[in-house]
RNA sequence: GUGGGCGUGGCCAAGUGGUUAAGGCGCCAGGUUGUGGCCCUGGAGAUCGAGGGUUCAAUUCCCUUCGCCCACCCCA
């Protein structure tokens, strides 16, 4: 039997409010921020994730959906949604619009070759919001915002934000450099993964969970200690405005981010439950990612989460919703004479607005009855031999058990004013 | 890629080295003529993940494999 491919999954009716709720909070807030939505392919030439995410990068280096296509050009199927946006704002000509340019995106499926777990999936789906053209911390500022907002709209309480700022091309060098100064002479003392850290990404020291290298962590020097003049302007007007609109964030000097491209401002929202996964969605500046890809040189800044770990995160906090509304009506038939008229009324009805289902054929009445039961659909159309010759049919309230015959073309106006109820 | 746990009908789940592998939910049908929800009765549905081995005999023991889950790595 075929089944889901590993890491992927049906989402099923019963899950399909948590999506809507989610989508639907986030294509509010977005709009009311004023940002306008966009949808980029789900893949796109591989180079662009090489160009941007970077190299050296876990998510590009072994993460990847990688293929050829059948004229033998190299495909990836996208692993986050900044890279594609950034190439949509340089190929549509978007430098022209009124800066910055405000985009986002939801539900927008996402690939990674992971082992699944908890949280983790190789498919999901990331809800994602760029601002594009405006180095103003003003606008690192209104990404912040907006995604905190976003976590309370959908019910989520008891969160974290973190932020931290990594500098740029002027302060980052020298930052890094004091890094490997630090934890040199410490290398013997390290976990296995932070010996491979220190070469490959010192940042990525920092946030290591060992208890054996959490104090040197701890102790590292930070990277807001080393900030240029234009990075620590930046990170002090970010604060500020932060203050201003009273946003309950912490400086974190240990966060980093995963991928290159990340200037100045970094931030990620936590769940209460520390553990695993823990990461609801995150962001910051890439001001020279656009540059990267080509482009004049633009800053940008962006936040992206996963739908997953939110909808995760909402049961676990009890956040419940309403399931779909049942349907309302269900027309039921006895003979086969009364099927034509059945489907007809059905049909009516649903033009008429309701929302009505045929029962199924070949069942007795009592089964009929039994199928409408389970729908919870409040009344039952009953059409027989009677109801045909007459011109009329057997309505019946479920609730209440009552029922009566109306003339056919009297049924939708007659139910009506009640399926309001 | 590394480590750990688990795999019994659609779902949940008991169970034993040996006749027809419990039960619950769900599904289907019936409980007299064209009527639901409760209740009652009956029914369908499992080669006990797969392959191999041990044994007179394995779902139950061993090996392998696949799958799922959890954790690491990394990240959403």
Redesign the pocket.
């Known amino acids: 039997m075929f089944?889901?491919?590993?890491?992927t999954?049906d989402i099923l009716p019963d899950d399909q409010p948590y999506w809507r709720h989610v989508e639907a909070q986030a294509t509010e807030l977005c709009e009311r921020f004023g940002y306008r939505r966009i949808d980029t392919p789900i893949f796109e030439e591989s180079g662009l994730f090489v160009r941007s995410v970077g190299e050296a990068?876990?998510?590009v280096e072994k993460?990847t959906y990688s293929f050829s296509d059948r004229s033998g050009d190299s495909m990836t199927l996208r692993p986050?949604a900044t890279a594609g946006v950034c190439r949509a704002y340089l190929q549509h000509g978007m430098h022209v619009l009124p800066q910055p340019v405000r985009l986002y995106s939801v539900s927008a499926p996402?690939f990674?070759y992971?082992?699944?777990?908890?949280?983790?999936?190789?498919q999901?789906h990331?809800v994602n919001v760029e601002a594009i053209g405006d180095p103003d911390a003003s606008v690192d500022s209104e990404v912040v915002e907006l995604a905190w907002r976003f976590f309370a709209g959908v019910g989520l309480r008891n969160l974290t934000l973190v932020l931290n700022s990594i500098g740029d091309q002027a302060c980052r060098p020298g930052y890094l450099e004091a890094l490997r100064r630090y934890y040199e002479p410490l290398v013997p003392g390290l976990c296995a993964?932070c010996k491979?850290?220190f070469h490959e990404?010192p940042l990525?020291l920092l946030?290591?969970?060992?208890e054996s290298c959490q104090p040197h962590a701890r102790e590292a020097p930070r990277s807001l200690d080393h900030l240029c003049e234009a990075c620590r302007a930046h990170w002090d007007e970010l604060t500020a405005s932060l203050d201003l609109v009273a946003l309950p964030y912490t400086v974190d000097h240990r966060l980093?981010?995963?991928?290159d491209y990340y200037t100045r401002t970094v931030f990620?929202?936590l769940p209460p439950a520390e553990?695993?996964?823990?990461?609801?969605?995150?962001g910051g500046r890439y001001d020279g990612l656009i540059e990267q890809l080509e482009g004049r040189p633009t800053p940008g800044v962006g936040f992206?989460?996963?739908v997953?770990?939110i909808i995760l995160n909402m049961k676990r906090q009890g956040v419940t919703l309403a399931q779909q509304a049942p349907v309302k009506a269900v027309v039921a038939y006895?003979?086969g004479a009364a099927k034509g008229p059945a489907l007809k009324l059905a049909s009516d009805l649903r033009a008429a607005g309701l929302s009505v289902v045929l029962a199924?054929a070949?069942?007795?009445?009592?089964?009929q009855?039994?199928?409408?039961?389970?729908l919870q659909a409040s009344y039952?159309l009953?059409?027989?031999?009677?109801?045909v010759r007459d011109g009329t049919v057997?309505l019946?309230?479920?609730?209440?058990?009552e029922?009566r015959q109306v003339p056919v073309a009297d049924a939708a106006t007659t139910l009506e004013p009640r399926w309001v109820l």
């Open positions: 089944k889901t491919p590993r890491g999954v990068t876990d998510v993460e986050e996402m990674r992971d082992r699944p777990q908890a949280g983790r999936q190789r999901f990331h993964d491979r850290r990404n990525r946030d290591c969970k060992k980093v981010r995963g991928l990620e929202v553990g695993a996964q823990s990461t609801l969605g995150g992206a989460c996963g997953e770990r006895v003979g199924p070949g069942k007795s009445l009592k089964a009855m039994r199928f409408a039961g389970a039952v009953i059409m027989g031999d009677d109801e057997t019946k309230e479920m609730a209440g058990g029922q």
